[in-house]
């Protein structure tokens, strides 16, 4: 009997857990697109079922470098899964009452607006933790797990309410559920992915073959009772065993069994994936992997601290096991000391500069100490992000924050401004005389354009995103955050800031006639419906991606010097007299093209080269000169011969020749053993 493709295998245990699946009607709408298309239907329940979760890792990993992808998909689930207010139970309005009676408050009335405020609070808490998991799940942190686990996964995530310490289990989910969805572990969802994989495979799990209650708990194939578990398992490490900081560094090398790294970071608590099976071996595939042990009681380097992740001779993360994988408050000069014997160990070093200010000021202030204006500035974040460890931003800065009592007091000390030229609100920063808004703004068109003063400079973002026209908008010098202008279809009249921080949205510009840009943008530069290059002059500098996707010509356009994230020109036909920057650290989408005359590519894209889309794509290499390096896929799966055919040196995943002979992608695959060749 041939062995079963992990894809099957997935779908068969898909099918084992609901045998209704596959005839639910988004598994049967993937069959009648199939058919349309003329594709292969198929009609067994698991292969069906691996033909919807082809689909489903399309659609939400296929865009990674889109975050308003992201937030499509973020919303369509916060209607689907997230309480409504009016579902939310009168119980729960009671126990409010009488909690507020219990502290002393006497007896309280909900009124209408507490009501409210109380209803906000539980569906903001339900859609953020909700999302920790899909970004997570969409993210490449999770790649190492096959689609089928993390649908069964998040599927069965979304039916848990919160975690019961006493019982050592997730109560369970319904309509009235006021409760967040439960915490993303990451260890503990990686230990339990790992196991059920293996028993998708029917595989054993090597640590619990003498397990009973594990054993009972796997064949069940219950993802709370799993994930219960394995919370438990990972318990996290005490704080007084954190305050010893002496240890030893361990280097795993690439391409070494991960078992030994999997095994020394379980039943620890790090939050990290690498602790699950199959995240570890992906990952000492593409590098070294360095962890930091203090000592224990008895002497010996076991608590992992700190995971240096290496990417090829390049850190491609640094981990701490602090919420949210910060490095914990005591760590930081280990970290430091280490990071100086790597080649760009320097770009960490402001991020471990960074967490130990932050401690100092949170201890201080914690004191309540006096805060001085170097302090406010930092905290503020005004020259620079707070740029820690983890996933996310440390939540102490917030906590802080949060104890100022007098935001315009800080900001005055900050700045030299007097109070009332600074503003927080939308009111006061349109009244004029306003040299600098702090916090975010959202106007409507009529606020932006009929006789408003902007503040000079916006410390946040700006949202324009209903504005039609510029006739009439004076904005701000200066941007700290993004510029949202996304319904503008003419640049005529508009005069944009002299410094953006974050993100340019002009998604809507159809011309670029009359538009002037600022020298750098620090985030993404939006010009999506953008069909000509005629007049548009770009940045120098562009922080993030450049988003050109409905350019079918690149006559007379220039190229930034730099763009650190992704260039999309993904309905680009000729490349003739583009010149490509020397790197794009992001993906390059260069799907249209039909031929590689006049195409000189840069020499390493940092992420994906897309040559090939559903429509066209090459099919002669000749003239193709690729890059040298590329860190992630190569999409040439419309070559139809290798003929002239000289692949990168290094490609970090996979290379898609799918129109070639299996003769010759042999052949590529013995001349090039390094490459994983699809």
């Not at 201080?364 to 005004?382: G, H, K």
């Not at 548009?536 to 050109?548: C, Q, R, T, V, Y």
Request: charged fraction near 25%; aromatic fraction near 8%; hydrophobic fraction near 35%.
């Amino acid at each position: 009997m041939s062995p079963v493709s992990p894809e099957l295998a997935g779908g068969q245990f898909l099918h084992e857990k609901d045998t209704k699946l596959h005839t639910s009607e988004p598994v049967e709408h993937e069959q009648s697109r199939r058919k349309l298309a003329e594709e292969e239907v198929h009609q067994k329940p698991a292969e069906k079922l691996a033909d919807w979760m082809a689909v489903l890792e399309h659609t939400h990993t296929g865009h990674q470098d889109d975050p308003r992808v992201l937030e499509r998909i973020k919303d369509s689930y916060h209607r689907d899964l997230v309480i409504k207010p009016e579902d939310i139970p009168e119980s729960y309005f009671e126990t409010q009452r009488r909690l507020a009676r219990e502290q002393g408050h006497g007896d309280i009335e909900i009124t209408d607006e507490m009501r409210e405020q109380l209803s906000e609070v539980i569906v903001t808490d339900q859609e953020s933790t909700l999302d920790n998991w899909v970004d997570y799940l969409s993210s490449p942190d999770s790649d190492s797990f096959p689609i089928w686990a993390k649908y069964w996964a998040f599927k069965n995530m979304v039916k848990l309410s919160s975690y019961d310490k006493g019982k050592h289990a997730f109560g369970k989910r319904d309509q009235g559920t006021v409760a967040p969805f439960p915490d993303l572990n990451r260890e503990a969802l990686a230990y339990v992915i790992d196991a059920i994989i293996k028993k998708a495979n029917n595989e054993l799990v090597s640590d619990q073959v003498d397990n009973s209650e594990f054993q009972g708990l796997l064949a069940g194939a219950n993802f709370g009772k799993l994930y219960a578990y394995a919370i438990e398992k990972v318990t996290p490490t005490e704080e007084n065993e954190l305050l010893n900081t002496k240890g030893e560094w361990v280097t795993y090398p690439q391409n070494s069994d991960h078992m030994s790294l999997v095994e020394s970071l379980q039943g620890h608590g790090t939050g990290w994936c690498t602790a699950g099976e199959s995240t570890a071996e992906a990952q000492l595939k593409h590098g070294d992997f360095h962890v930091y042990y203090s000592y224990d009681k008895r002497g010996k380097p076991t608590i992992p601290r700190v995971a240096i992740r290496m990417s090829g001779n390049g850190i491609g993360e640094v981990r701490g096991i602090a919420p949210n994988q910060n490095l914990d408050p005591y760590i930081g000069d280990v970290v430091k000391e280490k990071l100086e014997e790597f080649p760009d160990g320097q770009a960490y070093e402001k991020k471990s500069a960074d967490m130990k200010r932050l401690t100092e000021i949170d201890r201080r202030n914690a004191a309540e100490e006096v805060l001085t204006a170097d302090d406010l500035r930092f905290l503020y974040q005004f020259d620079s992000k707070i740029e820690g460890f983890g996933y996310q931003t440390d939540p102490r800065i917030e906590e802080i924050l949060s104890t100022r009592k007098n935001v315009k007091a800080d900001l005055a000390l900050i700045t030299g401004y007097a109070p009332e030229q600074i503003s927080t609100t939308a009111e006061e920063a349109l009244r004029g005389g306003i040299k600098m808004h702090y916090g975010d703004l959202s106007l409507e068109p009529s606020q932006a354009t009929k006789g408003s003063t902007f503040p000079e400079s916006v410390y946040g973002n700006l949202y324009l995103s209903r504005l039609t026209s510029a006739e009439g908008l004076n904005l701000p010098e200066k941007i700290s955050g993004l510029l949202n202008l996304q319904s503008l279809t003419s640049a005529e009249g508009l005069v944009l800031p002299k410094e953006i921080g974050g993100n340019l949205d002009l998604s809507c510009l159809t011309s670029a006639e009359g538009l002037v840009l600022p020298k750098e943008i620090g985030g993404n530069l939006y010009l999506s419906r953008l069909t000509s290059a005629d007049s548009l002059n770009l940045p120098e500098k562009i922080g993030g991606s450049l988003d050109l996707q409905s350019l079918t010509s690149a006559e007379g356009l220039v190229l930034p010097k730099e763009i650190g994230g992704d260039l999309n020109f993904s309905n680009l036909t000729s490349a003739e007299g583009l010149n490509f920057p020397e790197k794009v650290n992001g993906d390059l989408y260069l799907n249209a093209l039909t031929t590689a005359e006049g195409l000189v590519l840069p020499k390493e894209i940092g992420r994906s080269l897309y040559l090939a889309g559903f429509t066209s794509g090459f099919t002669s290499a000749k003239g193709l000169t690729l890059p040298e390096k590329i860190g992630g896929l190569l999409n040439l799966s419309r070559l139809t011969t290798a003929e002239g055919l000289v692949l990168p040196k290094e490609v970090g995943d996979i290379i898609f020749l799918d129109s070639l002979s299996s003769t010759e992608k042999q052949r590529l695959r013995e001349q090039y053993p390094n490459l994983h060749i699809q």
